[in-house]
């Protein structure tokens, strides 16, 4: 192409509907930059993670390169053919502009032209996709959202063959495809793109990005504040029942940055929703870098971008899978693209982390651009440094006063124990009402697990891979989770608006001595009138071989009720002293609010002694030791029930029950303590280490509980229950024994 | 000491009691020989594998040595403290001998003598263990088998420290110790020592010995013949239930090769029997041929104990781990240390077989002997070969003439699928009800299960460790398999006597195209009247985009009956075209013979078209289809009914069941055919590739079986139900089309 006409063209384009300090040639680059493209050329050879990673896309572009270029009229749902054809598609584009970039070698460019003008041939005039499930239909997709990822992907392949382009072509494209594209998920979709949820910031991005490219400021500043006259019916809900916009609400990608992150940087959604969100976050945000430098995007909001990369990273087991907090697939980890995205950025327009480099090295990829060659070096100069899971406290909400999720952790023998507890807000439309809950981790291994999510995704012939009506019944429900339930009903009465207007508190924590770590934390809205109170212990102690929990409910009522504490345990019962009794049929434990999806298997009544239950799983001994009364009863039971389409996993539970109490106190202990090698057919330590559990105190100023271990020594928690000042003194005497400290709590081992 | 003193000392005792032959200072070595002490002396440091596991032992031993040595009066069960406190004792005698031979350190014989003393000391007013529960009690144990673990063990101790010890030490210690104990084993426990069972093998060796290294032929003798005048009651029966002795048998050592090993090398009790079996067998055998080279005990029986170590390895998965045919813990794999030692000797005393050191090299120790030293030497020079396993049929019966098990496979993709099939017969006191049963494998991972035995091996709260009740009332029960069952009653109605007459009878096989691999079997007597017949193809075909099982499962009977056909798998129902009813409340599927085990989840009614079932495990998909008549039902039944103590797994199972018929054919395809990565969250080939499964033709002569794939092609099997010759030709008609073939089937692909 004769380059003064180019140059003429392009001239002539920019001075129409372009703002006036955009380069005509758009040669720096949305995601990766020419000075980026310049470094990666001259250390290819040098970063061996960047370069098989490179050459692993390019052999996947390439085989799917080998096929025609196939743009189906859409039809399908997830899973079906023309939806994962259209996902290869803008797949196999993103990744084939790199390759140009990188390689210049022009048939990639070609084969993302000749695929773009298939859209544009097609794109004028589809209708919404017939697939009628989503609040906000696709055209491409049966959801907006996914048309959404379609253009996040497309902009930075439009992006790289820009200039390989000619005027006309560019121009074909954009009045064909792009504007009509992004005025499609923006103006014509008001209700997807002016929101304060994951699904807008995935829009934000697509018109943002594409904005970018074709330097349209209009498109951009769309992007960043949102629709200034959007008319959304003030009770318009999306399909899980969550409102769309809330009175007064901003929108557009910089309040969505506002609302979504804490300052802390966790995601009210949780970890899952987070990593998936963080795709279109940190991709922008590396977009405006590039492009609108002036923007500082990355110290936005004291620099919440980067400090959420950490939250996400903090949010996981020792696997690097995440905590499945409200809604959830379990197996999901920082292995995931977005994250692999995530923490290049965070790399290269943070600090230079070491310790990141040693995620990256974990991931074992980088991402194709300036952030991942940075990775790539820094590895290959062999900076990496541990990347180090410490106890810490993540508050929720834009603001950082919505409650949050503290996890606390404990080495031992080269194992990583991970207590995560819950006391956030509702977490927008994928949350659950499981205030004060809590999860258990071995290592890698779930020891007291949180359900997750009731889906297949990408499952087509489990509902077309979407949510499953038990994620209603059973997955959001208070019984589905490791907290306190009364009478049957669950937190809010399972009703969305009345748990979104609050959250839990934080009463207080402890992080500082790594042998004993606590956080403890209240909820008074859940049940109006009743107060619940949890504080979970972190330990290590000589009474015992591993760190356990020790965990303290309290719940303060005003009517007799009936109070229920499950623990879902995985596995299998070895030991109980529980005398209880199976049932010839089983029944359903209950009638709604989850509990009709519960068998009950078996059920004992306290006489008021310590309940033990020792149960294996993974060749791995846990026992529960917990304080009962007499008259508690005890229940197995185990998920099924009211399940037509084997929907729901088989899980077993452990479930105390307190009936037609006001208060009750619950002190409960797991107890890691032994395991079992099937090869050499040894078991060791198969029985709990503690003697004797005891509430040796409990009135409205002060709980009290002591474990009494096998080896005679002891271990007392006295907490104070109506005031958390640090600096209090306090005075308590115990079966004689006088005890004084200063502080919510004291901690005495014998 | 003074030597002449030691010379004169030596030849007094070898001149009283003990064979002329003898050499006094029993320097030849029972395990580990001189010869074998000198090489492995001279390379140490050469042997990469043999040095980690020299100073692994090392470690463990002077670990164990630091503390107090501790012989404590026996009391405990199995997990217990004395029991494992014993355990340890022997172990670590045993291995302090070795270190003792190759390091020369004092400390080690010092050890092993103070110890020996010890037991010297209080064995002598032992009384019989206290716990009960044992058909043959132990003095040290609670049982005389783990009695004979201990002598094993000891003598080869004592072997090592031989001519370390002053002829007045070894006459104490003989005399107090090691005489009465072999006299216990065998003389005063004939019940025990002269059966052909694992147990005598034990005992056999333990006895065979000691009086090897005491140099005592009549020990030897004993051991090897059995005892000769053995008072055992004719219906004297051990803790399962089994025969103590059938009338006529030989004893002994020699007997019990003969008797428990197929020609093939196959161990009727099933491969984790053999694994424990292989100990005594392999050890007493290694002995022998270092002090009685003469017998050439490793060309015994055509070298039946080195191909029961090739039979061994090929009767694992993937991973090495041993099918669970019959009484065997799921996880035990070729990794255990019985099967190391047995590894390392079919190597030395075998043909030096390359492919054995990929193993030991898997297995990542050898035992510390003459044999360990020369496959860690094999290793070190690199000579390792790929231990390719085959598909196999292993004979069953000590003349081989008993049925068997054929294990068929197929590698795709790297992974190796492998179809299991048993027409063995009963397997004596651990057998199952199970003719015709199988289990298949993808890869490591259980496709359609096996479900091992209902016991916690040394876990002690799970009845000391012992088999549980559910180990008779489910899982020795025909429900319990993947097999044909009748009117709700387990083959031969559970009785051990009428099962142990009979046997299954291959039919006919053809593993010579890897393709189309196929195993077909009957059986006659497992329900009197009635012929069963199960032949099971494993194929890859166009069709299909892994290996498939094609089962089809013909029963002949002569009065109408009931006929369920049961198939385990693992994971989560995905779609079914089953129109089925849930219960509101669960039910046992029946009252006796294992079925009060199961909760019936769902049933529903064919209307005669094919069944489709896909579920999900391990993030991989599996379709089960089936050819159905109308009225069969389809019961979706899981485990766990009538289990007060939850001592089963709540495994599901997809059975179907035809009622009040004669005859019928039951055909089906399991097909493994696509995966889910949960971080990608891509699923892919979630559907069957099979379009329709028909029973073409199936009368008394012949049956054929057509699939066709969605990709229109077919692959049509006919097999000739009654005469299984090689050379007779067959011509049958099916719509119209003629098919002409030589021998007992034929599979046409179109």
Redesign the interface.
Same mark, same amino acid.
């Given at each position: 192409m004769n380059k003064l006409l180019f140059l003429f063209i392009a001239l002539f384009f920019a001075s129409t509907g372009r703002s006036q300090n955009s380069e005509s040639s758009n040669s720096s680059g949305l995601i990766l930059t020419r000075k980026g493209v310049e470094k990666i050329q001259a250390n290819l050879g040098q970063a061996p993670l960047f370069d098989t990673t490179l050459q692993q896309v390019k052999k996947d572009v390439d085989k799917e390169m080998a096929g025609d270029i196939e743009v189906p009229i859409p039809k399908d749902l997830a899973?079906g053919y023309t939806h994962e054809r259209h996902k290869k598609n803008y797949a196999t584009a993103q990744k084939a502009g790199v390759l140009f970039k990188i390689l210049e070698e022009e048939k990639y460019a070609r084969y993302i032209k000749e695929m773009l003008m298939e859209y544009a041939k097609i794109y004028p005039n589809l209708p919404l996709h017939p697939a009628e499930r989503s609040y906000a239909r696709g055209k491409i997709f049966w959801q907006a959202l996914n048309d959404s990822n379609w253009l996040v992907s497309m902009s930075q392949a439009y992006d790289s063959i820009y200039d390989y382009l000619t005027a006309e072509e560019r121009e074909y494209l954009e009045k064909n495809l792009f504007y009509p594209y992004a005025d499609f998920l923006s103006e014509e979709n008001p209700k997807f793109f002016n929101r304060i949820h994951n699904h807008s910031t995935w829009g934000n991005a697509a018109v943002g990005m594409i904005g970018l490219v074709m330097d349209d400021d209009e498109l951009v500043n769309r992007a960043l504040y949102g629709l200034e006259d959007a008319k959304i019916d003030k009770d318009a809900r999306d399909n899980d029942g969550g409102l769309i916009q809330q009175p007064g609400q901003d929108a557009g990608f910089l309040a969505n940055i506002n609302e979504a992150f804490s300052p802390s940087g966790y995601y009210t959604e949780g970890p899952y929703y987070q990593r998936y969100a963080m795709y279109p976050f940190m991709l922008f945000a590396k977009a405006l870098e590039n492009k609108r430098p002036e923007l500082d995007i990355f110290d936005y909001k004291n620099g919440v971008l980067i400090k959420s990369v950490y939250a996400l990273l903090n949010l996981t087991d020792a696997d690097g899978e995440f905590f499945p907090l409200n809604d959830a697939?379990?197996?999901?980890?920082y292995?995931?693209?977005s994250v692999v995205m995530a923490v290049d950025a965070a790399y290269l327009y943070g600090e230079e982390d070491p310790s990141l480099l040693a995620v990256a090295e974990d991931q074992g990829r980088v991402t194709l651009d300036d952030a991942g060659m940075a990775v790539a070096l820094g590895l290959a100069n062999n900076e990496q440094q541990e990347f180090i899971k410490k106890s810490i406290e993540l508050t929720d909400g834009a603001k950082g006063n919505k409650g949050g999720v503290a996890i606390l952790r404990s080495k031992d023998y080269n194992r990583l124990y991970s207590l995560v507890m819950k006391y956030t807000s509702q977490g927008d439309s994928h949350g659950h009402y499981d205030k004060l809950s809590f999860s258990f981790y071995d290592d890698g291994e779930e020891v007291i697990q949180d359900y997750g999510f009731a889906r297949?995704?990408?499952?087509?012939? !489990?509902n077309g891979?979407g949510y499953l009506k038990e994620n209603t019944t059973w997955a959001k429900q208070s019984i589905a989770h490791n907290t306190l339930i009364k009478n049957e009903t669950s937190h809010f009465e399972g009703d969305f608006d009345t748990g979104s207007k609050y959250h839990s508190e934080k009463y207080f924590s402890d992080f500082s001595r790594p042998e004993v770590q606590i956080i403890s934390a209240k909820e008074k809205n859940a049940y109006p009138g009743t107060e619940m109170h949890r504080t979970m212990v972190l330990m290590q102690n000589d009474i015992f071989r591993n760190p356990v929990v020790l965990d303290i409910f309290r719940v303060d009522g005003e009517v007799s009720s009936q109070y229920d504490l499950p623990f879902y345990y995985f596995g299998?019962?070895?030991?109980t002293n529980l005398e209880y009794e199976?049932s010839?049929?089983?029944? !359903?434990l209950g009638a709604k609010n989850g509990y009709q999806h519960l068998?009950k298997?078996?059920e004992g009544v306290s006489e008021g002694e310590n309940l033990k239950f020792?149960w294996?799983n993974n060749?791995k001994f846990y026992t529960i030791s917990q304080v009962t009364q007499e008259e508690d009863s005890i229940i197995?039971a185990?998920l099924?029930a009211t399940?037509?389409?084997?929907n729901l996993?088989?899980d077993?539970v452990l479930l105390t029950r307190k009936k037609e109490v006001e208060n009750a106190i619950f002190a409960t202990v797991i107890e890691p303590h032994g395991s079992?090698n099937?090869?050499?057919?040894?078991?060791n330590n198969?029985?709990s280490q503690i003697k004797k559990l005891e509430v040796v105190l409990d009135n409205e100023e002060y709980t009290g509980v002591k474990i009494t271990g096998y080896n005679e020594k002891q271990v007392l928690i006295i907490l104070s229950n109506q005031n958390n000042s640090p600096d209090l003194e306090h005075r308590v005497r115990i079966n004689e024994e006088e005890f004084s400290w200063e502080g919510p709590y004291t901690l005495i081992e014998k």
């Open positions: 899973g697939q379990k197996g999901m980890s292995l995931t693209q297949f995704v990408n499952i087509e012939p !489990k891979g299998q019962l070895i030991d199976t010839e049929r089983l029944e !359903k068998w298997e078996a020792t294996a060749n197995l185990r099924g399940d037509p389409e084997f996993r088989r077993p079992y099937p090869v050499t057919e040894l078991g198969s029985y």
